[in-house]
């Protein structure tokens, strides 16, 4: 039998902040930002936390002092305000690493001043609990070289927890492991290969039973070709295939000097190696297996054999740079890449293109590759186009990235793939003014979260958004949230009660049986806006 309800509810106000309800915006004219202090905001980084939430690292202020946040999955501030890693003095900035564990802790590699020595500097690793109050922090290398002489900072967790934090030390490279509990550095190892030859941190991955994955940028002066090599470490610090020289990934030609490419898991204890080389401009890949075997030939494969081309009617050069890859739920590794032309009647065409490889490296979409944008003129209006991160929705990949009508603004837009290479959906990510760049992407439950940098002319600032599924931006409606304003709380309880009994058909019958009672109370309760 259906009963009345009896209601007494006792509401305490609590003021709210506007950086606690911001949320993931569902207008692409005002995306969240994560950052907008009068100083640099700069190079994000994102990596899941608990609950569906986002943790975001960033540098800000006029020492680029490092502060890391945490967003709930809705993309509100879940500590009220970000937190202070590291009051830094520097001028400039070099690439650092964020990375989180399966316990919900993050962990910040980044450089520092040696208190002890003005003119050097350390590698520190930071961790931070979900509750924002940092666990410990530790150094991972004393440099008697300068601050800014540490660069291309890496961390990864590896499977039995312990986390490895790696830099670039002048032109070699350190790395160290270190037990999540404690802080306790329990190996650290300097890769020196010999006093002409230098190895620098430019990838860093887990591996199976402990061990990491290392990549190194290998050459011998500035103007030499720049190879990729690299080596498994195991648990105890000891070297497995590779050894302290490495594997070469890539030998013949060069990558683009000043390019340090990431790479990732293949999800077997290998990896995938994404680069682009010079003389041709191409992306290529190579992947290692666990055992250290080479599987796609000495110097990898490239996206397309194809270097020229014909695109508006004339034979071009074709260039393919800045990949980004993600494995597929189909096992298959995908590939996004920023494409341009040679001049063509003294115009650059751009667009967005996108090639998918099987387990043994063969091409899937043909040699050509498929093309997410189709190549357009500059003198049509696009000024370029950049890649932003490959990632998964739902088990396809797709990517985000930008169009730019200027040099000074863009639009940031992602896309869905299908197996086949067709582009499912395109939606717009962000179209606020200024530049876009720098991405990072991370996996949320339906749904992949975006963090990255932006610049209207001045200052450059911090945002991120939410891109669903299916192709929508912003969170999806909360069962509970009637009046529509992102949160459920006393309002929506009011329009509940209000509709209580026999109510076909009206939305606050959540479970659609015909009635407003106790069981769509506990639906709506449980998306209850704290």
């Given at each position: 039998?259906?009963?009345?309800l009896?209601?007494?509810?006792?509401?305490?106000?609590m003021p709210c902040t506007?950086?606690a309800l911001?949320?993931?915006?569902s207008?692409p004219?005002?995306p969240?930002?994560i950052?907008?202090?009068?100083g640099d905001?700069?190079?994000?980084?994102?990596a899941a936390?608990?609950n569906?939430?986002q943790?975001?690292s960033?540098f800000?202020g006029?020492?680029?002092d490092?502060?890391?946040?945490?967003r709930?999955?809705?993309g509100n501030?879940?500590?009220?305000?970000?937190?202070l890693i590291e009051d830094r003095?520097?001028?400039?900035?070099?690439?650092y690493?964020?990375?989180s564990?399966?316990?919900g802790?993050a962990?910040v590699?980044?450089?520092a001043?040696?208190?002890?020595?003005?003119?050097?500097?350390?590698?520190?690793?930071v961790?931070?609990?979900?509750g924002?109050s940092?666990?410990w922090?530790?150094?991972?290398?004393?440099s008697?070289?300068?601050a800014t002489?540490?660069g291309?900072?890496?961390?990864?967790?590896?499977?039995?927890?312990?986390?490895?934090g790696?830099?670039?030390?002048?032109?070699d490279?350190?790395i160290?492991?270190v037990?999540?509990d404690?802080?306790a550095v329990a190996?650290?190892?300097f890769?020196n290969?010999?006093s002409?030859?230098k190895q620098?941190c430019?990838?860093?991955q887990a591996?199976?039973?402990?061990?990491?994955?290392?990549s190194?940028?290998?050459?011998t002066?500035f103007?030499s070709p720049?190879t990729?090599?690299a080596r498994?470490?195991?648990?105890?610090?000891?070297?497995?295939?590779?050894?302290a020289?490495?594997?070469?990934?890539?030998?013949?030609?060069?990558v683009?000097?000043?390019n340090?490419?990431?790479?990732?898991?293949?999800?077997?204890g290998?990896?995938?190696?994404?680069?682009?080389?010079?003389?041709p401009?191409?992306?290529?890949v190579q992947?290692?297996d666990?055992?250290g075997?080479?599987?796609f030939?000495?110097d990898g494969?490239?996206?397309s054999p194809?270097?020229s081309?014909?695109?508006g009617g004339?034979?071009?050069?074709?260039?393919?740079?800045?990949?980004s890859?993600?494995?597929g739920?189909?096992?298959r590794?995908y590939?996004?890449?920023r494409?341009y032309t040679?001049?063509?009647s003294?115009y650059?065409?751009y667009?967005?293109g996108?090639?998918?490889?099987d387990?043994s490296g063969s091409r899937?979409?043909?040699?050509?590759?498929?093309?997410?944008e189709d190549y357009?003129?500059?003198?049509a209006?696009?000024?370029?186009?950049?890649?932003?991160?490959?990632?998964?929705?739902?088990?396809?990949?797709g990517c985000?990235?930008?169009?730019?009508s200027?040099?000074?603004n863009a639009v940031?837009k992602a896309c869905?793939?299908?197996a086949n290479?067709a582009?499912t959906?395109s939606?717009?990510?962000?179209?606020?003014s200024?530049?876009?760049?720098?991405?990072?992407?991370?996996?949320m439950?339906?749904?992949t979260a975006f963090a990255?940098?932006?610049?209207?002319?001045?200052s450059?600032?911090?945002?991120?958004g939410?891109v669903n599924d299916?192709?929508?931006?912003?969170n999806?409606?909360?069962?509970g949230?009637?009046?529509?304003?992102g949160?459920?709380d006393?309002?929506?309880?009011g329009?509940?009660i209000g509709a209580w009994?026999p109510?076909?058909?009206?939305?606050a019958?959540l479970?659609?049986?015909?009635?407003?009672?106790g069981s769509d109370?506990?639906?709506?309760l449980?998306?209850?806006?704290?």
């Open positions: 039998m259906r009963t009345t009896t209601v007494l509810i006792t509401a305490t106000i506007a950086s911001a949320q993931y915006a207008d004219t005002t969240l930002a950052a907008s202090s009068a905001d700069v190079q994000p980084k994102i936390a608990p569906g939430g943790y975001i960033y800000s006029v020492g680029y490092i502060y890391l946040d945490l709930s999955v809705s501030s879940a500590w009220g305000a970000p937190l003095a520097f001028s400039s900035t070099t690439d690493a964020m990375v564990d399966a316990s802790n962990y590699v980044y450089n001043t040696d208190p002890a020595n003005g003119t050097g500097a350390l590698v520190k690793m961790s931070v609990a979900p924002g940092i666990r922090s530790t150094v991972l290398y004393t008697t070289l300068g002489s540490l291309n900072g890496r961390a990864a967790v590896a499977s039995d927890g312990f986390v490895w790696a830099y670039a030390i002048g032109f490279s350190s160290a492991r037990n999540p404690s802080g190996t650290s190892i890769l290969e010999n002409t030859t620098m430019s990838g860093l591996s199976t039973d402990g061990g990491v994955i290392l190194t940028i290998r050459y002066t103007t720049k990729l090599r498994r470490i195991n648990s105890d610090g000891s070297y497995g295939w590779g050894g020289f490495g594997t070469p990934v890539f030998s013949t030609g060069s683009q000097t000043g340090f490419p990431d790479f990732i898991s293949d999800g077997q290998g990896a995938y190696f994404p680069w682009y080389s010079t003389s401009l191409n992306c290529r992947r290692i666990a055992a075997t080479v599987l030939g000495a494969t490239p996206v194809n270097t081309g014909t695109v004339v034979t071009t050069t074709l260039n393919r740079t800045n990949p890859a993600v494995v739920g189909d096992g590794l590939m996004f890449y494409a040679g001049s063509i003294g650059v065409w667009g967005i996108a090639q998918c490889f387990a899937q979409w043909t040699d050509a590759g498929v093309m997410v357009i003129s500059s003198q209006g696009v000024y370029d186009r950049g890649i932003g991160a490959a990632c998964l929705f739902g088990t396809s990949a985000s990235y930008t169009n730019s200027s040099a000074t940031a869905r793939m299908d290479g582009v959906w939606t717009t990510l962000a179209s606020n200024g530049i876009k760049y720098r991405f990072g992407a991370s996996r439950s339906g749904a990255w940098q932006g610049a209207a002319g001045g450059s600032d911090i945002y991120a939410r299916q192709g929508t931006i912003g999806p409606p909360l069962q949230d009637f009046d529509g304003n949160l459920v006393g309002s929506d309880l329009i509940l009994g109510c076909a058909g009206c939305p019958d479970d659609a049986d015909g009635f407003v009672e109370l506990g639906l709506m449980g998306n209850w806006t704290f």
